[in-house]
């Protein structure tokens, strides 16, 4: 059969363990911006897991294509196609679970940050949006500045009075799989087996691997300077070596696609699911904060600490928190003045 846990078993996860739990579920999960760079091959991945009961994909331009190509791969789930503002309702109607990597993404020389402007407004209508149509959903914010966007989404929520901390999170996976490959090459291990939890934020420093914490693994000094370093700008070797055209989004398809199915896990009754995720949190002054959380059946159901933190570590948590804050805030202020 044609079932790829391609996504699971790259990150080290049995697919047996990860697939039992919800054989018999039912999921409609959305993908806001299905029509793009990552939401095509994530669309695909996870139409292949053969998990979702509904993929409804929406965008505002060229779903049609899209799902009618998607529907022949012959795995379990329908898919059905949503184009433009007045079929957005429709697309989100009833979803467990609405994955968004919708708005434009960087060109080099770009900071995640310098999408604001015209990621912000996107954001907070697809919030809007799921604010009225699925307001019980878990939502996972790809869009970038994720450190902006997950606030301006949860604001919205807020706003409407439908925000539930555990239903936010903001997808940091793609660092934590950047993470656990670069170590891997670095300590010649086998990169199913390492496991590197990366917490704080998803832009530049606010990156915060905990090579530390890194089972197996010895590093040298340089070497932790060097990885933390390569982890924190991973992104920008794609978007350099993509010369224009566009930021990472393959390796991102699969990272959010891998998060998707164990949010769906969770929800569908799996014990033990753990991930790093950007969500609301009291671990530091920062209002959101990406640190290990046990995923459950209503999404967050425990936000771990992130343990004991080398000197090197604690210096990265305490330069980063303020800028945490500062682009929590500009979301924050964006709702406010919108
Ligand atoms: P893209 O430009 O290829 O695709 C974006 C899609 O969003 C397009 O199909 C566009 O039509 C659609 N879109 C725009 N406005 C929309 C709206 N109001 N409703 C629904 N769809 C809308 O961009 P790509 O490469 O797929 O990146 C998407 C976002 O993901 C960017 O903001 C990028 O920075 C971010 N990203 C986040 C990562 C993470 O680790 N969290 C990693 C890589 C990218």
Do not use: W
């Not at 998990?51 to 009618?68: Q, R, W, Y």
């Not at 300590?187 to 890194?214: N, R």
């Not at 055209?245 to 009754?269: C, I, K, P, Q, W």
């Amino acid at each position: 059969r044609m079932v790829a846990p391609v996504a699971l078993k790259a990150l080290g996860v049995s697919a047996t363990r990860s697939f039992t739990a919800s054989a018999r579920a039912k999921n409609k999960v959305a993908v806001v911006g299905a029509a793009g760079g990552i939401g095509q091959p994530m669309s695909l991945l996870m139409k292949l897991s053969g998990k979702i009961e509904h993929l409804s994909l929406f965008d505002i331009v060229n779903t049609p294509g899209v799902a009618a190509d998607l529907s022949h791969c012959n795995t379990k789930g329908k898919v059905s196609a949503h184009k433009g503002p007045e079929e957005m309702g429709a697309a989100l109607d009833g979803c467990d679970l609405v994955v968004i990597p919708a708005g434009v993404p960087r060109k080099p020389g770009m900071t995640r940050d310098d999408l604001f402007n015209t990621n912000a407004s996107i954001v907070k209508g697809i919030a809007e949006q799921c604010a009225k149509s699925c307001p019980n959903a878990c939502f996972l914010i790809i869009s970038n500045p994720v450190n902006s966007t997950v606030p301006i989404f949860g604001d919205v929520l807020k706003t409407a009075g439908v925000f539930d901390p555990r239903k936010l999170m903001g997808v940091t996976m793609l660092d934590i799989c950047r993470a656990n490959t670069f170590v891997a090459e670095n300590q010649g291990m086998d990169v199913d087996k390492v496991s590197v939890d990366v917490i704080g934020g998803h832009a530049g420093t606010t990156i915060m691997p905990l090579l530390s914490q890194v089972k197996g693994a010895k590093f040298s000094e340089e070497d932790i300077k060097a990885l933390t370093h390569r982890i924190q700008f991973g992104g920008d070797e794609v978007v350099k070596a993509k010369d224009g055209a566009g930021s990472a989004t393959l390796s991102m398809a699969h990272a959010g696609a891998y998060f998707a199915e164990r949010v769906l896990d969770g929800l569908n009754g799996a014990t033990g699911v753990k991930e790093c995720t950007f969500v609301e949190s009291s671990l530091t002054d920062a209002p959101y904060f990406a640190s290990p959380c046990t995923l459950g059946k209503e999404g967050v159901s425990e936000v771990h600490g992130f343990g004991t933190l080398s000197p090197f570590e604690q210096s990265l948590v305490d330069e980063n928190v303020p800028a945490l804050i500062k682009m929590a805030k500009k979301g924050t202020d964006f709702v406010k003045n919108n």
